[in-house]
């Protein structure tokens, strides 16, 4: 999410939050084709690099569109974000 707006009520989400769910997501799924965008290709590198065998047996492949680096999230003296969401 980088520094865009969100909507009222939209949860704010780790980038490890997001890994996590997508880890058990696979858990689940068929084969993946992992495709993260901007901030999502965080989350897919994170997911990746925390898959268990059985986990990286189901990606099938990974597509990095546009990814940012951690220091490219938040701009220097930029307030930090929030890791969990407000329950």
């Known amino acids: 999410r980088g520094r865009s ?3 009222p009520g939209f949860p704010a989400l780790s980038l490890q939050v997001g890994a996590d769910a997508l880890r058990e997501a696979l858990a689940i799924t068929g084969p993946a ?6 901030m999502g290709s965080q989350v897919v590198q994170r997911a990746v690099a925390g898959a268990m065998p059985a986990e990286k047996a189901r990606i099938a492949g990974v597509l990095l569109v546009a ?8 701009p220097p003296g930029a307030p930090p974000f929030p890791t969990t969401a407000p329950v």
Not at 33 to 38: K, N, Y
Not at 67 to 74: K, M, Q, W
Request: hydrophobic share 45%; charged share 5%.
């Open 67 to 74: 990814p940012v680096g951690p220091a490219e999230l938040i």
């Open 5 to 7: 707006p969100t909507l």
């Open 33 to 38: 084709i992992l495709v993260g965008h901007s």
